[in-house]
């Protein structure tokens, strides 16, 4: 039996409304400002949220003496399309030289990695 259900997924980052608006862009929903952080609603899947965190430190990928934190894996249809989407959208490439694998790993404007999966 579980003790709890997955509520949202909250980022920290120094910028909440910027980095709210970067995934609104990328996955669609409205970005909604509540006290204290911004919530991304109206979206498929786990809820996203977004706090300030005072003296923010983007994670490293790869990094071998520290850890990413955490990713989101996106699925899409056409990686090269996604791909030219989300560097418009403000992202930035960390890997994605092997254009024969099924994903790519990109940093949103606050640094959090995250994949486009053509899983």
Request: proline share 9%; glycine share 10%.
């Amino acid at each position: 039996m579980a003790v709890a259900t997955l509520g949202a997924v909250v980022l920290d980052c120094p910028d909440p409304t910027a980095l709210a608006n970067f995934y609104a862009g990328l996955l669609g929903g409205k970005v909604e400002q509540q006290e204290g952080w911004v919530d991304l609603t109206g979206i498929t899947g786990t809820p996203l949220a977004f706090q300030a965190a005072p003296g923010f430190v983007p994670p490293q990928w790869p990094r071998p003496d520290g850890s990413q934190q955490f990713h989101l894996d996106l699925t899409v249809p056409d990686l090269d399309a996604a791909e030219r989407e989300v560097l418009a959208l403000g992202a930035t490439v960390l890997e994605a030289d092997d254009r024969e694998r099924t994903f790519r790993v990109y940093a949103d404007p606050a640094g959090h990695p995250f994949c486009l999966c053509a899983c």
